[in-house]
Each structure stands twice: as structure tokens, then as C-alpha cells.
């Protein structure tokens, strides 16, 4: 399984960088294979990687942190959006999950 997730507000992402979360810390989205295959379909993850300097992929764990490039995420994510209609669920969910770190000045983090 994979995972995307999103600490709750600052401690929760300070408990998260121990691997020390307690019980509401993370908001998840898990992705088993063919959501994972689904995700990767759309281009969002190689567009962001290229746009945000980061490096998501396979065995590899990363994060999306500060306003700025959450932003400009999100700003990739909505324009895939537009043009993925057949993957809207994989989609909104990682806009749910970007989001929500925005609400929370958190981060994103992908745990594939």
C-alpha cells in the first residue's frame, strides 16, 4: 500500500518526522495498485515533481511543505483535473489532501 498524508496541524508533522503519531495526527488516503497506476496515468506526479523540485516515486519518500509550493501543487493538481476525467476520484483525492494541508499550514507527504 501506499500513502498520502497530511498532519493535522504542527506537532502532529514534528510527531510524523519521529515516526511518533498518535491517534488523529494524519489525514490518509491509502492507494492500493490500480488506484497507484491510476494516479501516475494523469501525469500529476511527474508534473509536480519537475514544477515543485521533488522527487515522488516508487520506494522513495517525500514531502510537499510551505504555502508556496502547496499552492503551485494545487495549481497543477486542478489543471490535470481538467483533462483527466476518467481518474476524478484519485484526483479529488489528492486535492482533498493538498488542501487540507493548506487549511492546516502543514505538508503532503507520499509514502510509496
Known amino acids: 500500500m501506499k500513502y498520502i498524508s497530511v498532519p493535522t496541524n504542527q506537532e502532529a508533522m514534528a510527531r510524523l518526522d519521529l515516526d511518533q503519531c498518535i491517534m488523529g495526527d494524519l489525514i490518509e488516503f491509502t492507494l492500493n495498485k490500480v488506484d497507484y497506476a491510476a494516479l501516475w496515468s494523469t501525469g500529476v506526479i511527474d508534473?509536480?515533481?519537475e514544477k515543485l523540485?521533488?522527487?515522488i516515486d516508487d520506494y522513495e519518500d517525500e514531502r510537499i511543505t510551505g504555502?508556496?509550493?502547496l499552492t503551485e501543487a494545487k495549481r497543477i493538481v486542478e489543471s490535470k483535473k481538467a483533462l483527466n476525467k476518467?481518474?476524478?476520484i484519485?484526483?479529488?483525492?489528492?486535492?482533498l489532501q493538498i488542501n487540507s494541508a493548506i487549511e492546516n499550514n502543514t505538508g503532503v507527504f507520499f509514502f510509496f
Open 47 to 49: 508534473e509536480i515533481n
Open 53 to 55: 523540485n521533488v522527487s
Open 67 to 69: 504555502i508556496e509550493k
Open 86 to 88: 476518467s481518474n476524478d
Open 90 to 95: 484519485i484526483i479529488d483525492n489528492l486535492l
